[in-house]
Each structure stands twice: as C-alpha cells, then as structure tokens.
C-alpha cells in the first residue's frame, strides 16, 4: 500500500485512514516548546461527508486510497436513485440520494461529469465548477426598482434557489459556481 508522509499535506489531498477515503480540507504543523511535533489535520469523509479534526506526530504515515475517477453521462432521476452511464464501456451506474449530496443540483439530464470510485464502489459525483441552469421561477422585475445591489430569488431547473439580481428573469439562462451556489453572470445566447 502506497502512504504519504505528514510533511506531503495539502488541501485537497486524498488519503485513507482506518480504512475510510478522506480529503484534506485543512491542516497546520505545528512545533511546540515542549512535546513532539504534530500535524493538525481537518479532514472531510469523502463517503458520509463528516468533517474530522485530529492530531498525527510528524512523521506518521496515512494511507493512499484505492480512488478511479470515471467518465459518466448523467442519464435520469426515478424513485431508486440517480442513474448514470460509464462512457468508457456503457456499464450502467445508480447512486443513492446520499452519494449525490448537493452536487444534485448541478445535474442536468445528458450532461457529462466524473464519479469516483473507492474500492470499485461508487461514492460521489464531482461537477464542474461552473454549470448553466435556465430560471423557471422568480418575481418580475419592478419598473424603478433600481436599488444598487438589491436582489431577489430565483428558482433554477433543477430546484436549485439562488440569489439574483433583479434584471434577472424567466427563461434566461445563469451561470451557477458550483462551490458555493452562487449566481456568477447570465449566459447570452446566440
């Protein structure tokens, strides 16, 4: 098994402890005056999503996971789970309602994204960081209510609610970041 060295630590960085796939969300050496060196780590469970604080000596090991990025086309949502296709070989692949966290509204039917795999088994869905989703629902915009940064809420196709400016209207199209969920800038189209 492969392992990586505390002094390998950074954000973002996937490693296996007791057996679980984590990613690095924080970290900090820290040398006190007295005692050993530790790192203190904040990680973030990449199957339940439960965020960890806890200390490792300097120096300890942890593990590399068994983690495969796959190509998949989101195909459609039904009572059992959201289905997908691998695009390599055409394999069908169903995750639970759990598995897809937030990241649910981020996908629209026939749109191309990554799930990852731990030990051959499906844990989550990585987006873009950026997605276009059309507006079904929000207020109309009211003649001479100009405020300077005022918004309103918007419904997107997929449930998603964001916070808009309020030129913003039906139909039009939104650039999201899927970091945060926050509107980015209307998409023009051709």
Not at 51 to 66: C, L, S, T
Not at 120 to 131: A, H, L, Q, S, Y
Not at 133 to 155: F, M, N, R, W
């Amino acid at each position: 098994m492969s392992v990586y060295d505390t002094r390998e630590f950074r954000k973002g960085l996937k490693i296996e402890m007791n057996g679980q796939p984590l990613t690095i969300v924080d970290f900090q050496h820290v040398n006190p005056g007295k005692g050993a060196a530790f790192t203190r780590l904040k990680t973030k469970n990449l199957r339940t999503g439960q965020v960890i604080e806890q200390n490792i000596k300097r120096g300890d090991k942890v593990g590399k996971p068994n983690l495969q990025d796959r190509n998949v086309q989101f195909l459609y949502k039904d009572t059992q789970g959201y289905h997908f296709m691998d695009t390599e070989n055409y394999e069908s692949v169903m995750l639970q309602e759990e598995d897809v966290e937030d990241v649910k509204f981020y996908l629209l039917e026939q749109a191309y994204l990554k799930i990852l795999f731990f030990e051959d088994k499906p844990i989550g869905v990585e987006v873009g960081t950026f997605v276009e989703l059309k507006v079904t629902q929000t207020e109309p915009a009211v003649k001479g209510d100009t405020a300077t940064g005022a918004s309103k809420h918007a419904i997107m196709e997929t449930g998603l609610s964001v916070s808009v400016p309020l030129h913003i209207k039906e139909g039009d199209t939104l650039r999201v970041d899927t970091r945060t969920g926050d509107y980015m800038e209307r998409v023009q189209r051709a």
